[in-house]
């Protein structure tokens, strides 16, 4: 399995009993899982459901679903016949008729046009028939948006093995530049010496003590091994079968961390360069790790 980004868009579609569902998916990078989530009108009591299945699948990142259902609601809606009320109305009415001395005419669509004696009653959704076709729905959007992310990762997962590549020989060439390195060094020192001391004759053991501390000031070996278990570890990262982003994005600071002491051990113009393209290196591949998930 390749990483996936964590930027994706899904859109997922389902129609039962005259209804049309529709889940729609929308991820952008953030540390944690940050699911924001919006229901039809009654189906708030199926959001323990929807969160468990979108974290199923996705683990980091902002995601913003949104469901919505459309259609025929008619089986949910009632009449509520106020009898009592009506009743009441047309009591109202004929005590009013005698004492006008008026023909009581009332009919029935008068008393049903008046306040409150019929109402349309909505009835609450049956959430276990409803979480069928809007968990399908869900599930379609993930799906397309698992997909997206998924094509996404890979492509900057490839991007960065490329970019671990050219790191791992520029490390390569710092290693190799060392010992023509303490060559010149010693070559240096020793002439510095022979200038101050003149015609003196130079101790040879005190100059190979003298080339040692040089050679162990200078001496990079632990944070080269280092740095190539860091990529191999990166290279492992970039394959596992889990969300790793955090992780990556750690072991680029522990990246940094040798590449800064390797400078400030070395402090050699030419080698200096070299460090400032392994920094840029690390810089474009902690851009990228910021939206692998």
Known sequence: MTSKSMTGFGRGEAEAGGRQWVAEIRCVNHRYLDLKIKLPKGCAGLEKQAREM??????????????????????????DINSGLANTYRDALINLGKSLDLKDDTTLSQLASYPDVMRLKQQDEDLDSVWTPMGQALGLAISTCDTMRIEEGAAMAEDL???????????????????????????????????????????PQRLAQEVAILADKTDVTEE??????????????????????????????????????????????????????????????????????
């Open 54 to 79: 979108l974290a199923a699948t996705l683990h980091r990142g902002r995601v913003d679903v949104s469901l919505t259902v459309t259609g025929d609601f008619s089986d949910l809606q009632t009449i």
């Open 161 to 203: 093995q490329e970019r671990l590549s050219h790191f791992s020989e520029v490390v390569r060439e710092i290693g190799n530049a060392i010992p023509e390195l303490l060559q010149r060094r010693e070559q240096t020192l020793n002439e510095r010496l022979q200038k101050l001391l003149d015609k003196v004759q130079l101790d």
């Open 224 to 293: 080269m091994v280092r740095l190539d278990s860091h990529i191999n570890q990166f290279r492992a990262f970039l394959d596992a079968d889990e969300a790793t982003g955090r992780k990556l994005d750690f072991l680029l600071q522990e990246f940094l961390r040798e590449v800064n002491t390797m400078a400030s051990k070395i402090n050699d113009a030419a080698i200096a360069h070299l460090t400032v393209d392994l920094k840029a290196e690390l810089e474009k591949m902690r851009e990228q790790v910021q939206n692998i998930e």
